[in-house]
T-cell receptor, first 108, second 121 residues
């Protein structure tokens, strides 16, 4: 099956810093989503981005489908950004596979 | 829009009992719902795909007689953990995909519920 690798596994930032999270995948996909899992376990949709670039406030994401990677940018990080960020991909419908996640801690 | 709810949010049960978890899409219809399992500090693992009006499709290694799935309507799927044991303790999360072609919807996005934390004593 498709492999999804996220890096770094852990990231500690000072409030206000910027960061880039990476997701590599082993095969072509028709769906890629970025999620933020908050401390209570809720998965929050950040981006649906099988290709191209999108921005939403302090967050933006870029997927280069031909090179099989996606990047999530967090600018001016805040303590509320802490949590686990997951990348998930689908090759065909109904087989979403998650990466291991990046655990982000933003310190005040 | 695109809200998915789960009930209960937390359940503690004795070993040998059965537990039912409900997953509802509140403001859209979902022909397909998904059930995931997440162990502490680990990623989500797909357990099964639930299709309205038909049998669920289980991932390799997931016991279909242990984890019963029923997708009775376009807004409700249930997961029943039968004869639960302590090793079934986990965080169970459902998701739903909206019906393709519905105006204003991104057709391939999965929307996730808040999860159910199951503890089997």
């Amino acid at each position: 099956g498709i492999q999804v690798e996220q890096s770094p596994p852990d990231l500690i930032l000072q409030e206000g810093a910027n960061s880039t999270l990476r997701c590599n995948f082993s095969d072509s996909v028709n769906n890629l989503q970025w999620f933020h899992q908050n401390p209570w376990g809720q998965l929050i949709n950040l981006f649906y981005i099988p290709s191209g670039t999108k921005q939403n406030g302090r967050l933006s994401a870029t997927t280069v489908a031909t090179e099989r990677y996606s990047l999530l940018y967090i600018s001016s990080s805040q303590t509320t950004d802490s949590g686990v960020y997951f990348c998930a991909v689908e090759r065909r419908n109904n087989d979403m596979r998650f990466g291991a996640g990046t655990r982000l801690t933003v310190k005040p | 829009g695109a809200v998915v709810s789960q009930h209960p949010s937390r359940v503690i049960c004795k070993s040998g009992t059965s537990v039912k978890i409900e997953c509802r899409s509140l403001d859209f219809q979902a022909t397909t719902m998904f059930w995931y399992r997440q162990f502490p500090k680990q990623s989500l693992m797909l357990m099964a795909t639930s299709n309205e009006g038909s049998k669920a499709t289980y991932e390799q290694g997931v016991e279909k007689d242990k984890f019963l799935i029923n997708h009775a309507s376009l807004t409700l799927s249930t997961l029943t953990v039968t004869s639960a044991h302590p090793e079934d303790s986990s965080f169970y999360i459902c998701s739903a995909r909206d019906i393709p072609g519905l105006a204003g919807r991104r057709t391939d996005t999965q929307y996730f519920g808040p999860g159910t934390r199951l503890t089997v004593l």
